[in-house]
């Protein structure tokens, strides 16, 4: 089907007399009645009925526009998509992420959505949440990725997964080996953490000040691989998220994941300015990620 048939026939449709719509289309009217027989032979049905001194629809032909419509308009919401795919051999993405998304997600993701994609142009900077919010306001990046809720009013969010921390633990640690410890236990215990701001100190205290315990750190570093080394070293219990863990560690045994009751979680997702139109690399970034959350074990995915 030509689909400049079905938007002669949408035109005669609304006109309603076919000496008007050849003159508005530009072409013969003896031609144009020969496609609407050609039209309404290809359908087996009347398509048109005279009306006075104009024509008006058929109840097929009443049909037959409602679905002239729909497909033209999703012929139309192809070729966009296709002209966004194509276009995006010339995208620039500008991102700015939370520091655990940074440093432990983002390389191997974006090894994956670059060979995907390796014609775009790509920045993204990482810092702690406050800058995150604070530059995608200010619109000097595209979207950020950060802890939620953001609660702004100029900025929509999108939870992408759920950040869980624990207790690391080397071989040599009384509570190595325990799958799970309350809250109130760990209080017993020297720990090693990795900040003691006020994002993250809220961070640490909504479950333990809530289980009234008193944590007894003893080394703050700003490093999860020097926490997690200094474990290693027994010098005490790493507060860390598990994400920041080597694999090799848990496999050979050398170190211990003990989940924390009640879970230590955050939520981590995209923050954009509220009302903002992706571009087609932004969103081809998005939908990328979000595909590969859903295939991490290291973290729950919400999308």
């Known amino acids: 089907m030509d689909l400049s048939i079905l938007r002669r026939f949408i035109h005669i449709a609304r006109v309603g007399n076919y000496t008007r719509a050849a003159e508005d289309l530009h072409v013969a009217q003896p031609a144009l009645s020969k496609q609407m027989k050609r039209l309404e032979e290809e359908v087996d049905a009347k398509l048109f009925e005279r009306s006075g001194r104009g024509i008006k629809l058929t109840a097929e032909g009443h049909t037959l526009l409602r679905e002239c419509e729909r497909i033209l308009a999703a012929w139309g919401q192809a070729r966009q998509s296709i002209q966004e795919v194509a276009s995006l051999g010339h995208g620039h993405i500008r991102l700015i992420t939370f520091v655990t998304f940074a440093f432990y997600l983002l390389p191997k993701f974006l090894v994956d959505f670059i060979r995907a ?17 604070q530059q995608v306001i200010e619109r000097h990046y595209d979207a950020g990725i950060a802890v939620l809720p953001v609660g702004h009013p100029r900025l ?53 000040q809530n289980q009234d315990v008193q944590l007894k750190i003893r080394y703050v570093i700003h490093y999860y691989p020097v926490v997690i080394n200094m474990v290693k070293a027994g010098l005490g219990a790493g507060l860390a998220p598990i994400v920041a863990l080597d694999p090799s560690d848990l496999e050979d045994g050398s170190l211990s994941v003990i989940h924390i009751n009640p879970p230590l979680e955050r939520i981590v997702g995209w923050v954009e300015p509220r009302g903002f139109n992706r571009s087609p690399s932004v969103d081809a970034f998005l939908n990328f990620l979000m595909d590969y959350l859903k295939e991490q074990e290291v973290v729950t995915s919400l999308v």
């Open 117 to 133: 994609y390796p014609s775009l142009d790509i920045e993204i900077e990482q810092a702690i949440n406050e800058p995150v919010v």
């Open 156 to 208: 929509g969010e999108l939870p992408l997964y759920v950040e869980e921390s624990a207790l690391i633990v080397n071989r040599k640690h009384p509570l190595y080996g325990r799958r799970e410890i309350h809250a109130s236990e760990v209080g017993e215990h020297l720990i090693i953490t990795s900040s003691l701001n006020a994002n993250y100190r809220s961070f640490l205290w909504r479950v333990f």
